[in-house]
C-alpha cells in the first residue's frame, strides 16, 4: 500500500508543466514513478495516480459498479472524463492537460499535498484560502475520528 507524506509549494511554467518534488518521487515505488494518471480530484483540486494505483482502483470499480445503474454508470462517466495518463519526463515533470488546469483554476503556483495514498495538486491561492484553514472544531473532529478508528489515544 502506498504512503505518502508532505506538502510542496511548486511552480507551473507556461507550458503546463509541473516538475514533482524529488522528496515525493523517493516515496513512489521506482517500477511506477515514470507513469500516473491525473484526474479532477475532490473540493475542486486535481489528484495524481501512479499507474499502479490507477489500475487498482480502476480494477476495483469495474468489479463493484454496474453500467446498467444509473448513478453508477453517471458516476463511472464523470470519473473518467477529464482522466489523462501523464509521463514523467527526464527533469521530472508532467504536463498538466489544459482542460484540467482550467477545471481545478491551476495558474503558475500550486500546492502538492500528499497523504495517506492520496496526492492532489491545488491552485495555490485556493489552497490557502480553504483547506489550510484549521476548522474551529478541529479537536472535536480528531475525537471523533479517532474514537470511530478505535483508536482514542
Given amino acids: 500500500m502506498l504512503s505518502f507524506t508532505g506538502q510542496y509549494e511548486v511552480k507551473v511554467d507556461g507550458k503546463g508543466r509541473l516538475r514533482l518534488p524529488s ?14 494518471v491525473l484526474n479532477k480530484g475532490l473540493d475542486n483540486c486535481l489528484r495524481l495516480y501512479p499507474i499502479t494505483q490507477w489500475n487498482a482502483i480502476t480494477q476495483e ?3 463493484n459498479l454496474s453500467w446498467f445503474k444509473s448513478e453508477e454508470r453517471t458516476f463511472l462517466r464523470y470519473f473518467y472524463q477529464a482522466a489523462a495518463q501523464v509521463d514523467l519526463d527526464s527533469n521530472d515533470r508532467i504536463i498538466i492537460p489544459k482542460r484540467l488546469t482550467e477545471s481545478a483554476g491551476i495558474q503558475s503556483e500550486v500546492v502538492i499535498i500528499a497523504y495517506g495514498d492520496v496526492i492532489e495538486i491545488w ?16 479537536a472535536q473532529m480528531a475525537d471523533n475520528i479517532w474514537t470511530k478508528l478505535g483508536n482514542p489515544k
Fill in 123 to 138: 491552485n495555490s491561492e485556493s489552497y490557502y484560502n480553504n483547506v489550510a484553514k484549521e476548522p474551529e472544531n478541529f
Fill in 61 to 63: 470499480m469495474n468489479k
Fill in 23 to 36: 522528496d515525493l518521487l523517493r516515496q513512489i515505488p521506482t517500477e511506477t514513478n515514470t507513469q500516473y
